[in-house]
Nanobody
Framework: QVQLVESGGGLVQAGGSLRLSCAAS????????MGWFRQAPGKEREFVAA????????YYADSVKGRFTFSRDSAKNTVYLQMNSLRPEDTAVYYC??????????????????WGQGTQVTVSS
């Protein structure tokens, strides 16, 4: 049974930082990509960042480039999202996901098979 468990959300003032964690278990993820998506109230879920477990550079949404950093700890089967310079518009539930997206589709939500329960991030102005 695949499990993705997020943690690290919370309330922070604008300009602050948070680090989200996603612990993955239940299978070997070497052929998978791990992604972060978010959903704000009244909006559709959107891509934030992702990286293929096998390597390569992370991909980022334009709205978070230069502020968010995707990283991983292979020994712990855990990925992280370091979020700096947070803005009120970053407020959302953040979800970790695992999937095997095709070439050019790493930001496509429907390419991901497994999802965590989500963690709330609230940025106050």
């Amino acid at each position: 049974q695949v499990q993705l468990v997020e943690s690290g959300g919370g309330l922070v003032q604008a300009g602050g930082s948070l680090r989200l964690s996603c612990a993955a278990s239940g299978r070997t993820f070497s052929t998978y990509a791990m992604g972060w998506f978010r959903q704000a109230p009244g909006k559709e879920r959107e891509f934030v960042a992702a990286r293929r477990w096998s390597g390569g550079s992370p991909y980022y949404a334009d709205s978070v480039k230069g502020r968010f950093t995707f990283s991983r700890d292979s020994a712990k089967n855990t990925v992280y999202l370091q979020m700096n310079s947070l803005r009120p518009e970053d407020t959302a539930v953040y979800y970790c996901a695992a999937g095997r997206p095709g070439s050019g589709a790493i930001a496509t939500m429907t390419q991901y098979d497994y999802w965590g329960q989500g963690t709330q991030v609230t940025v106050s102005s």
